[in-house]
């Protein structure tokens, strides 16, 4: 009981904003899972670890989690938390530019028994970044509007947990309904700003920025840049730096258009949102500049889950235990290292401590 409790406490945190305190509890939870076997400890530690990578932008690791925790609840097909985890593993393998791996995924969780309980309305919404994905708008729309129907049936209608609002305003703008697009751009705001987390009014932010254009869009956008910096939402800070690029360049500020791009594609890439990275790359060729490389050597280089890896690499981990605690498998641990070895210039672990001794040590 108490895990539980503790699982859904770090839930909390998270959708709260408060990802630095949640992230230490995750960690504990992983410890108590590793010092005494419980796998309930285990099944939240990666549930949560899950959810919080994706809202942090570490999409590698979003991944990872993911599917070691559909794993560990493979033998529990009725288990509400397989739609907590499957969300938000489905959203990072589409940003991954992983769309058909993540199609399988949706048919996990038993869809009919979901129906009648909340966690269901995160596998409406993922499944819209889904349709989304594949450029169908209209099924897009269908589960984003199911999706709050539920969400306020269930008196859960928070834009800090679902951003159904946002998104669904961005799907009536591509359809031609400028009207429906700001009315619930402006909704979802509303209720942001009352709520009051960051992460939560900057994706609101750039939603109403964007069905109004001009110079009030701009400043809308351009705040929700600083307040997704200040969140920490690296992936959602990225898409807010593109849509204010568009929109600088819309208005004949070409020099700034393309900085605000390229900060977007350098982003992008660091979190291993292909599909958005594509995206930025695109806008930065129409806007006239040369994209830049990126560094792919340093600590500046690794990714942040390898910066992760590295780091307990450095503190004298073996890769099985490094798994045990990441959650992940062993070899996607053997991939990090080789990457990072690479990115470091070092043959091997004895040289890590020195390499990554700039790295804070609480990653």
Request: aromatic share 4%.
């Amino acid at each position: 009981m108490m895990i539980t409790v503790a699982g859904l406490a770090v839930q909390a945190l998270t959708w709260c904003g408060q990802d630095e305190e949640a992230a230490v509890f995750i960690d504990r939870l992983a410890a108590h899972a590793q010092r005494d076997g419980e796998p309930q400890a285990r099944i939240w530690a990666s549930l949560n670890r899950t959810e919080h990578a994706w809202r942090t932008g570490d999409l590698h690791t979003a991944i990872d989690t993911g599917r070691t925790c559909l794993e560990l609840l493979s033998s529990s097909r009725g288990d509400n938390r397989l739609a907590l985890v499957t969300a938000p593993l489905v959203r990072a393998l589409v940003e991954c530019d992983q769309a058909d791996q993540a199609v399988p995924l949706l048919a996990v969780p038993d869809g009919n028994r979901l129906d009648g309980v909340w966690h269901g309305s995160h596998l409406l919404e993922a499944r819209a970044r889904l349709s989304l994905a594949h450029g169908h708008l209209e099924d897009a729309l269908a589960d984003l509007l199911a999706c709050g129907r539920r969400q306020t049936e269930w008196r859960r209608d928070n834009p800090a947990v679902l951003a159904w609002r946002s998104q669904a305003a961005l799907v009536h703008l591509a359809m031609g309904d400028h009207a429906s697009a700001q009315r619930l751009a402006e909704e979802e705001l509303h209720q942001a700003r009352a709520f009051g987390t960051p992460r939560a009014v900057g994706i609101s932010l750039r939603a109403a920025g964007l069905t109004v254009r001009g110079g009030r869009g701009q400043r809308l956008v351009e705040e929700s840049v600083g307040l997704l910096d200040e969140a920490g939402a690296t992936l959602e800070q990225a898409r807010s730096l593109i849509d204010l690029a568009t929109l600088r360049f819309e208005s004949g500020h070409i020099r700034l258009a393309r900085e605000l791009a390229r900060r977007s594609l350098q982003l992008a890439q660091y979190c291993g949102a292909t599909a958005l990275s594509n995206r930025a790359l695109d806008r930065l060729r129409t806007f006239g500049g040369r994209p830049r490389s990126l560094r792919t050597v340093g600590i500046q280089a690794l990714t942040e889950s390898e910066r992760r890896v590295v780091v307990l690499a450095a503190q004298g981990l073996t890769n099985r235990e490094i798994a045990q605690e990441r959650f992940i498998t062993q070899r996607t641990v053997e991939n990090h290292l080789t990457s990072s070895f690479r990115k470091l210039n070092i043959t091997g672990r004895r040289q890590l401590p020195e390499a990554v001794r700039s790295l804070d040590v609480r990653l």
